[in-house]
């Protein structure tokens, strides 16, 4: 059941900009996020989000998925970034916000069964064709797409939706772990840990394809078409990503097939050994100068894991791994990665309550609004 049946539109909130006597009468000028530091956009705001054209405004898409892995809680994140306040703090930074329908992960399984390492498959499949749908219309219409996961498994559909309306857009994956496995070489089968290995460039063995795992043939170049996704043709080909296309930063828990596969393709690629050895400064030039070298003009597309934070700080999360970013640490990427000028799109993913008690679980939804903040254009001063 969607939470919203339309999408609706709120206005910057007065005093900041892009706001005006006809569009902010019913903004709410509360100060946001849970700190006592007042929002606004980082300096030079208008040298910030490029990508996305005056009056800029933010589709803020809910996408309450758990199929992507085991454990029940994840769809709740939503519920509990938008409870705390999201949208107002958005506007409080000088965005419209589109307040789109839930993305209803509730599909039914219709039987259809791989011997591939594909869990819930076609649930999530389905699942992300929906959001690939939602993120593809919002970029194409020169919105910035915000996902507000759910398991990773969403960034399959937030991610093919922004490539598809924006060819070469750059990606830095914040996150414990790779996700680059696919059904043919997973050891668990859980999809959340296949989002960038099923979009990317040779990681389907040949002679092979996504026409064999059910629920994704909608990624496959054969595909037919339906209304919000067509097929595909030579110049509009299936989203894809190249192995220059990503950036991982502080991967610290990837397996071993994995490891194999970053090193062939030569991923750019910063572990927490590289945060540890360099420091998170250093470690967010290089990752930015790697995807902008080229096109200093290339969108970025930022998707956040809460398990890359350290469980210490973030505990209410599914895969959990000691030795993650600090509190500042975390912070630092979104920042940087807002400071680029260059992002266009994000995810922000794998909160969940249920897995700690009820301190953990605020701590966490705390985190992750404030994460969200910072990478949407807030500072100290």
Known sequence: MFRRSLPRLLAPAPGVPGASQANTANATPQAAGFGNITD???PSSSALFRPIPAPR???VIPAPMTYGQPFMGTDKGPDLLLDAGINSSLTQLGWRVSSEPEVNPAIEDDGRSTP??????????LG???LAKVTHRAARGGMFPLTLGGDHSVALGSLAGVLRARPGTGVIWVDAHADLNTPWISDSGNMHGMPVGLLMEGMVPEGAGLLDVPGLEWLDKTWAGEEGWPKYTPEDPPPRLSPQDIVYVGLRDVDQKERDAIKKL???TFT???IDKHGVGAVMEKAV???LSKDLNRPIHLSYDIDAVDPAQAPATGTAVRGGLTYREAHFIAESVCASGQLGSADIVELNPTLSDQEGADQTTELGFQLVTSFMGK???
Do not use: F
């Open 379 to 381: 500072s100290i001063i």
């Open 289 to 291: 100068r790697h995807l």
């Open 266 to 268: 030569g991923i750019r």
């Open 116 to 125: 591939l390492a594909a869990k819930n498959s076609v649930r999530v499949g």
């Open 40 to 42: 606004q956009m980082l």
């Open 57 to 59: 405004t933010v589709a």
């Open 128 to 130: 992300c064709k929906a």
């Open 272 to 274: 927490m050994y590289d």
